[in-house]
């Protein structure tokens, strides 16, 4: 397995057990999310009202404004928990990457592709969140509703922002997938002779939610916001 390819010889304890658990409770939990999120966006595609609709449900209940912290909790201990197998020296680096080449395995290069992405989205996720969550609506009279297409649409279509989604959507998609697919392998779902099945829906998938993802993203940049 690639976690092994770097780390020590040491009789793994039930505390480690224990992590292994939340890391993919909270894996799932954000592959669940991410989703949603995702349709949820994607809803701009059927026009603005529709997504505005959906954001005005969210934010007028407080969904927004309680899940949204829960969610960055998530996605910052799912992370802590990831890096806890993540080989950041470059000595390790060079191990995993060694293992992947002379091992041929499919899987070692999807756990490489997994880390690799994790770092950047750790970063633009972060950024991305901050900026969404600190502009929710705050029920103050005359104040504005936080998330709508139209402010959606002004961002995506100001730079750096249009590059930071054109990096962080496929990079999110791909960890999604592969993360699906890693959770079924690692808990005993996909068995050693189901993976080549497994492996082909977890494409699919990606393929799928990228060209949703794709669309949408075209739509806000092509979006009149004047
Ligand atoms: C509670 C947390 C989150 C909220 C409320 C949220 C909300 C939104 C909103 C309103 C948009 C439309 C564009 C914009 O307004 O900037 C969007 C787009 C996007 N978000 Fe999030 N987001 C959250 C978390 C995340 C996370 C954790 C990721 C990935 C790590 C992510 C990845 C993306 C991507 C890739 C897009 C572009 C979507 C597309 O074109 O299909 N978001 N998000």
């Known amino acids: 397995m690639p976690l ?17 658990w939340l890391q993919m409770l909270t894996g799932a939990f954000l592959i669940l999310f991410m989703w949603g999120h995702l349709l949820m966006v994607s809803s701009v595609l059927f026009g603005r009202g529709a997504m505005n ?17 829960v969610i960055a909790v998530a ?12 080989p950041f020296t470059s000595k390790e680096q060079r191990t ?3 293992h992947a080449k002379m091992l041929h395995h499919t899987d070692t290069w999807l756990w490489i592709v997994q880390v690799v992405s994790a770092m950047v989205i750790l970063v633009l996720g972060s950024i991305h969140m901050w900026t969404v969550l600190t502009d929710l609506y705050v029920g103050v009279p005359g104040s504005e509703l936080g998330i709508n297409a139209e402010t ?3 961002r995506v279509q100001k730079w750096p922002w ?3 989604y054109i990096v962080l959507l496929p990079l999110a998609e ?4 592969i993360g699906f697919y890693r959770i079924g392998v690692k808990w005993g779902v996909i068995k050693r002779k189901g993976r080549k099945k497994a492996k082909l829906i977890e494409y699919i998938m990606a393929g799928a939610f990228l060209l949703i993802g794709t669309a949408t993203l075209i739509r806000f940049l092509l979006m009149d916001v004047n």
């Not at 092994?4 to 292994?20: Q, V």
């Not at 609709?53 to 912290?69: D, H, V």
């Not at 791909?174 to 997938?177: E, G, N, P, T």
């Open 75 to 86: 996605f910052l201990l799912h992370f802590v928990l990831a890096a806890r197998k993540i």
């Open 152 to 154: 959606s649409a002004a």
């Open 53 to 69: 609709g959906i954001a005005g449900f969210l934010e007028t209940t407080g969904l927004a404004q309680l899940g949204g912290p």
């Open 162 to 164: 249009t590059l930071l």
């Open 174 to 177: 791909l960890h999604v997938s």
């Open 96 to 98: 995993a990457v060694g």
């Open 4 to 20: 092994e390819a770097t780390a020590p010889l040491a009789k793994p304890g039930r505390a480690a057990a224990y992590l292994d």
